[in-house]
Every structure is written in C-alpha cells, then in structure tokens.
C-alpha cells in the first residue's frame, strides 16, 4: 500500500479517539456501517457502551476502549494489544478535543495546559502509538481532525487556536517523513460543528458559549474523514464559507482578524451570565453522548451566512484584482 488510502473497509481495523460524542461517534458509526472493527477511545465507557450497541446491526462492529489520551503510555498499550487481537491496525483517527474559552489570563494554568496535552499531545502520542504496526503492515492512513482554526484566526481560545495550528504543522511535518513507509498522513479542518463541545468547554468568558455560522453538521465533517481513509488528501476544509475563511486568512490576515474578532464578539457567546468553570477539561461530562448538540437553528443562520460568505468572496475577488494589475 503506497500512500495510497485503504484498500478495503471490509474488515480493516481503525481507531478513532474522542469516539463518545460529536464527529468521533459518528466517524465510528459510520465506519462500521462499512465493515470496520473500530477501536472507539474515549474517557466515558458507559458512553462507548452505548456507542456499542448503536452499531450492533452494522456489518462492522464498535470496540469499546474506555482511556485517556494524556495518560502516559496508554495509547502505546492499546495500539500493541489491537493489533495482537485483531491482528492488524489499519487506520487511526486522531480526534479528541476539548476547548477553553477566555482572556489568556483568565483561566487556571492547570486548565491551559489539559488543553495543551489532550488537543495537541494526545495527537502526537496516538502517530506514535499507530506508526509502528502502519510500518509493519506496509502501510495505512492517519487522519488528524483539526479545525478552521488552525489556519485561521480567533480570540478568547487561545490555547485551542494554539494546538489547531500545531495540529496543522505536524500533520504536514509528519506527511513529509512518512511518505515512503505508505502511510498517508491527512488533516481535515471543519469550522463550527454541531456538537456537544461548546456546552462541554471550560468558560471563563462571564457568558454562556454558543457556536457562530455558519455551524457544520458533524455527518459531513464524518463524511470528510472517511474520504481520507479511503481517498488521502493533504486537507479537507470541510464546507465553501470555510475554504473562503481559509483563503482570507491567507491573503489578507488584517482584514480576516479584524472579521474573526468582531463575529466573535457578537456571535461566539450568549447574553445568559456564568460562573466560570472549567468545564468537561479534567472530568467528563456523563450526559453529552450524542452526535449533534442541537446548535443548529437554520432560519436564524440563513440570512448571516449569505452575507459574510459573499463579502468574503467579493474581498478575495478584489484581491487577486489588484493583484492582477
């Protein structure tokens, strides 16, 4: 295998971290629906339990494998025991995530750093754990789910922003080096998702979080995921209004700071008063196992989202203009 994607699901073995909730359930629905074992990693294992029995009719099947990324060793552990139990490790997903939201100063230093460790250590532990048993086989694919964000700017989340643009520069290092063992190496950037995450994130803001347009259903961020598995891309930005993001945070970064701050404000958070808190960072949280977070409010969004998308595209239009003179 040459880099080349997975030759089959039927039967491949795959991991998928951050399975719980969010994209991570519904990549590991997905994929069994296909014929893949998978390997759901989480903190919650009542959580993963249920994900277990959702695909019990799929021809593939859903393993449970209750553990914490951060945890020293434990990824290493369980990639040598998948691939003695079942025989081989095909694919790993790296996707789990957490966020804080606040000033750089406000949260607890304690908090920054969980942050740090599962967004972006958890990422480097889960190729170190996967690359071994890829190499043996020949090959395979690491997807690394990351954001817009990682190559786009936004305030108040500091250490997320942080580890979305690490993401984004391992994930590019990391393809450089492993292109001659056959393993894809491949990011897939979705903006705002419908998921439970910004009801589960630490908030130091004085207000209650809700996510900006235009929000991205998770079954398409899912779909993304899965075309690298079977078709390795260097990046999927997951929707048009966020490629144009992308592109304007490349081509003109003033203007796309001075957008990303201002929707931010207005959008990003709620008028409801919190108490700050920290949020699922050191203790999940027992009731978010759903796929979508109910974010999604389409004849609110509508209208917003036509606007930004085309003063976005009239901005880079002008660009390349000028340019072009």
């Not at 081989?88 to 607890?108: E, F, H, K, T």
């Not at 949020?279 to 917003?304: C, F, K, M, Y």
Request: hydrophobic share 40%.
């Amino acid at each position: 295998m040459r880099s080349g994607g997975l030759p089959s699901f039927e039967g491949a073995v795959v991991v998928v971290t951050g399975a719980s909730s969010g994209i991570g359930r519904a990549v590991s629905l997905r994929l069994a629906s296909r014929g893949v074992t998978v390997i759901a990693v989480a903190r919650r294992r009542e959580a993963l339990s249920q994900l277990a029995s959702g695909g019990e009719t799929a021809p593939g099947r859903i393993v449970p494998e209750p553990l914490d990324v951060t945890e020293e060793g434990a990824l290493q552990r369980l990639a040598a025991r998948v691939a003695e139990e079942h025989g081989r490790l095909d694919a790993w997903v790296n996707n789990a995530g957490v966020n804080l939201y606040g000033p750089i100063d406000a949260p607890a230093r304690r908090d920054v750093h969980r942050v740090l460790d599962v967004n972006l250590h958890g990422y480097v532990d889960g190729i170190l754990a996967a690359l071994p048993h890829l190499r043996e086989r020949g090959g395979g694919v690491v997807v690394n789910v990351s954001s817009i964000l990682g190559v786009a700017p936004s305030p108040y989340q500091a250490a997320y922003v942080a580890t979305k643009h690490a993401i984004h520069g391992l994930t590019v290092s990391v393809r450089q080096e492993l292109w001659k063992d056959g393993i894809a190496v491949c990011e897939v950037a979705p903006g705002p998702v419908d998921t439970p995450l910004f009801g589960q994130a630490g908030n130091h803001m004085g207000r209650d979080v809700v996510p900006p347009s235009p929000i991205t259903d998770p079954e398409d961020v899912a779909a993304a995921v899965i075309a690298s598995l079977e078709r390795p891309r260097r990046l999927r930005v997951v929707g048009l209004p966020h490629r144009i993001t992308a592109g304007l945070a490349r081509h003109l970064p003033r203007l796309a700071e001075r957008t990303s701050r201002t929707m931010m404000e207005r959008e990003h958070f709620g008028r409801s008063p919190t108490y700050a808190t920290a949020g699922n960072l050191h203790d999940p949280d027992p009731e978010a196992t759903t796929v979508r977070g109910g974010w999604v409010r389409p004849t609110e969004r509508s209208v917003p989202l036509v606007g930004a998308t085309l003063l976005t595209a009239g901005a880079l239009a002008l660009m390349r203009l000028r340019r072009a003179r």
